[in-house]
């Protein structure tokens, strides 16, 4: 009975559709939902129900990649119920997750600098973390200290066998950044993310205050001017 009380509640309306392909990730869709009707699947966004889609479309002007357009389908009708029940319950997971634990800091997704859209809203006044991989695992109270009131970049020069300086440059140029703060590790290798931070402020051309924080292999910070 259940199952055919559903069936008869589907109905042909407006509803999303996000394209996979185009999804890079960022999650400003799911922030911009309203109605919890979309969440982070193995890193893309997706509708989780098709009755908490009010069809309005708030998601759509905050995708960068214009991943999600309306399409006219079979799908369960709006349920508003449903979904600020499923808005409370979230709300009160979170407090219960917040009694228990440090809150996550993170500002912006995705975080890795070769994933990351040149141009997005969190950059307009932002103070920019671009943090060494290692850093953030070296660094016990890394969330607080570091990435909190900023957009964070994270990379590893030596790993992705790549300059980030073309990229970061873009970023710079194409953005209002107010300043920039990086955190290495104080091996060699975390040299290449200095250097490329350095050529990329160079580069775009703007006079912005930046910093290096060092941080040693035992977790301490080594130089601290932030």
Not at 128 to 150: P, Q
Request: aromatic share 6%; charged share 25%; with cysteine.
């Amino acid at each position: 009975m259940a199952a055919l009380a559903a069936m008869e509640a589907k109905m042909i309306r407006k509803i999303i559709q996000i394209d996979q392909d185009k999804c890079n990730g960022c999650g400003l869709c799911v922030e911009a939902c309203h109605e919890g009707a979309i969440g982070m699947v193995n890193g893309k966004a997706q509708l989780l129900r098709d009755d908490y889609c009010d069809g309005l479309g708030d998601c759509l002007p905050a995708c960068p990649t214009e991943a999600i357009t309306f399409v006219e389908r079979e799908a369960a009708e709006y349920d508003k119920a449903a979904s600020e029940a499923n808005i409370k319950k979230k709300k009160q997971s979170t407090h219960k997750e917040s009694d228990c634990k440090p809150e996550s800091e993170i500002q912006n997704w995705p975080l890795q600098i070769k994933l990351v859209p040149i141009r997005a809203p969190y950059f307009d006044g932002a103070n920019l973390l671009i943090a060494a991989d290692c850093s953030a695992f070296a660094y016990g109270d890394f969330h607080n200290r570091f990435m909190k009131n900023r957009i964070t970049l994270i990379g590893c020069p030596k790993l992705d066998q790549s300059d980030y300086s073309e990229k970061l440059t873009e970023i710079i140029k194409e953005n209002d950044i107010n300043s920039v703060t990086v955190t290495r590790m104080g091996v060699p290798c975390c040299g290449g993310i200095v250097h490329a931070v350095k050529i990329a402020l160079q580069s775009s051309g703007k006079m912005i205050p930046w910093q290096v924080v060092t941080i040693t292999t035992d977790g301490e910070l080594q130089a601290d001017n932030t």
